[in-house]
């Protein structure tokens, strides 16, 4: 209804893109006006948007979309091939939704947490009871979480299979994109080729699939492009707007979202564009993509409230720095020759055509195409934000290329209509379709299995290598869960581990971080030890869980203020991962 009001063609990305914008701006108000989100809330406030969209009147435009669509099943011995990805996809989100590992305490956590407490009040998390709702000290965008949380109350229950739709949605969102930008650049052949080269990447299936930011930044991100190819039609300055839009879904997904509505803009004026679409698609995009930075703000005093930009806002001290002992390794990641040779195997392995892409994108540079220069402009900026992005990734360096899915999606279009231009010869070109089949057959084992490699298990395997990383952290968290459960006094402890909320909600346990203001005592060097001995005895705490590996081993011995003879530590059990601590005051310390 939005794109029909905007008298613009039908686009299942777009509409989308808009329906994601629309929630996520409910979202917000909610947020900002303490309204209660529920699934009633939800449903009457985008039964309005859609009402008001509905009487306007509008004569939407759709021949542009069915003959592309129509086109689309021309694509022959490809289709197949084409098809066989998508049976890969839907059997990933069946079997495997929400597989990557940050969404079950981040982004589907908020989604339920938000329906749970009917509001967003608790985050960002401030004090200690808002740290027993949302363990991270974070302040993403709940973009994601907005769409989750919408799938969730829609569905009935917090199942993560109720999210494998709006995943779906992503990447054939973003396949369409890929689609209509190749397609306007040089025609139906050039889009089926680089629909094709999209799927033989497996690295950016997989960014998408995982179910965390990355999928929606992606189609946010060439949604930008996309329309901002369309401003010298005749209806520009609606495109304008819908630049306007993709810009606000990409403000959603990340503390750096908000980047690439400046970027939008800057490219505006960079082609060209009457002064009149700059100022639409700014007036669009910004007081949406700052509301939400501007809200952590005001309640936390800095607008990205994980990090600490330079020493000018406040932050939260323990976490700050645990979490600088936890990227340590992170932040060294790119300085070693081995890890830039690492990086390009991994491109090479997991995504070629983006590779290759590069080289088409460098050669449209010096032709001077003034589109390719706004490509170029997108694609290195997500080059950058994901430079910058690997010192705060605990995952490791293959973990951090999940960031750079816009910029692979674009790539592959570009790979695409350069292969058409330097294959003119009609043989050549046959020989060409023949290479992209190949490409495309021999990726479908590493869509099926990333992130591990095909190449390395036994092909007996492959089906169930993609939940080898969850069916292990299932086992280990039954067993954490075993050997606390028989413990007195677990109502509430103190923990690392960011699945613990979740897990040990079951045996009525809450779970306080390290980080909570709740213990900022614990870790106050201003403080006497018997101070800290006494408030810790008021608490009521008795355990800690806490990792074996990672930042807690060098944080805890360093930076907790366990001093003997007020403290007596004990390991009460321990499971591959985890040690169960036990802390105790053997007697009321003097005040």
Known sequence: MLLRALRLPWSLAAAFATSAATLYVVVLIFAWTGAVISLLTLAAALALVTLVAALVPARPSRTQISSSFASFGQMGWWLPLYGAFWLIVIYRLGLHPLNGPDVTFRWSWLAEQMLEFGSLDFYPPRSGEDYLRYFWAESIPPGVASLYAWAYACAGGKQALWTSPVVALQLLAVHEIIWRLANRWGGEVIARRAVLLAAACPLLTWSVIMGQETGLTTVAVTGIVWSLHHLRDENGSRWAVLAGIFSIVAASTREYGAIFALAAIAATVWLGAPRRQTWLLAA????????????????????????????????????????????????????????????????????????????????????????????????????????????????????????????????????????????????????????????????????????????????????????????????????????????????????????????????????????????????????????????????????????????????????????????????????????????????????
């Open 284 to 591: 669009v995009a910004l007081p949406v993509a700052v509301a939400w930075p501007l809200r952590v703000w005001v309640l936390t005093g800095n607008p990205i409230y994980s990090l600490n930009l330079a020493g000018i806002f406040p932050v939260n001290p323990v976490f700050t720095a645990w979490n600088d002992t936890l990227r340590g390794p992170s932040s060294q990641a790119l300085t070693a020759w081995e890890s830039w040779v690492s990086l390009g195997r991994y491109l090479l392995l997991w995504a070629l055509p983006a590779v290759a892409g590069v080289a088409a994108l460098s050669m449209l540079l010096v032709q001077r195409l003034r589109e390719a220069r706004v490509i170029a402009l997108f694609v290195a900026l997500v080059f950058a934000l994901w430079f910058a992005s690997v010192a705060y990734t605990a995952g490791g360096l293959f973990y951090s290329l999940r960031v750079l899915g816009p910029a692979l999606a674009l790539l592959a279009f570009i790979a695409s209509y350069g292969l058409g231009f330097w294959v003119q010869h009609s043989a050549a070109a046959r020989y060409a379709a023949v290479c992209v089949g190949l490409l495309l057959l021999e990726s479908l084992p590493k869509t099926l299995v990333l992130p591990e490699n095909p190449y390395r298990a036994e092909v007996k395997h492959w089906l169930q290598a993609a939940q080898q990383v969850p069916v292990l952290a299932q086992a280990w968290e039954h067993e954490l869960l075993k050997k606390l459960q028989p413990l007195p006094d677990r109502r509430k402890i103190l923990s690392d581990f960011v699945g613990a909320p979740r897990l040990l909600a079951a045996i009525g346990t809450e779970v306080a971080p390290l980080w909570s203001p709740e213990v900022a005592w614990l870790f106050d060097e201003t403080l006497p030890p018997e101070e800290v001995a006494r408030r810790w005895r008021k608490s009521g705490l008795r355990y800690l869980v806490l990792g074996k590996s990672g930042a807690t081993a060098n944080f805890m011995p360093t930076q907790a203020r366990w001093r003997a003879p007020y403290f007596t530590l004990r390991t009460v059990t321990e499971t591959d991962t985890h040690v169960i601590l036990e802390a105790t005051v053997a007697a009321e310390p003097p005040k």
